[in-house]
């Protein structure tokens, strides 16, 4: 089994900024690639940034200059570091982490999300 513990969330007004992480733990033996994931109230949930194992990153165009995602492949943990933030990123943020574990299984794995709030 393996699980991915989202933390960082929070309240911040516009303009501020937040950082999340998601670190995966279990039977893992690798992780491929890594990323976060929102979904705010009435919309589908949508790709906010990835990152592969090699570290070639992708985000959406909405975030690009304003967020960053990184990643500790030692410590299997992906960060998310959001600034300038907008009421419109007001959301539950998802990690999601394409995991192979100990048994050579690969499979698709979702955090719990951590809800980010940015007032006006």
């Known amino acids: 089994q393996v699980q991915l513990v989202e933390s960082g969330g929070g309240l911040v007004q516009a303009g501020g900024s937040l950082r999340l992480s998601c670190a995966a733990s279990g039977s893992i033996f690798s992780i491929n690639a890594m990323g976060w994931y929102r979904q705010a109230p009435g919309k589908q949930r949508e790709l906010v940034a990835r990152i592969t194992s090699g570290g070639s990153t992708n985000y959406a165009d909405s975030v690009k200059g304003r967020f960053t995602i990184s990643r500790d492949n030692a410590k299997n943990t992906v960060y998310l570091q959001m600034n300038s933030l907008k009421p419109e990123d007001t959301a539950v943020y998802y990690c999601?982490?394409?995991?192979?574990?100990?048994?050579?299984?690969?499979?698709?794995?979702w955090g719990q999300g951590t809800q980010v709030t940015v007032s006006s």
């Open positions: 999601n982490a394409g995991v192979y574990t100990i048994a050579t299984m690969f499979s698709n794995y």
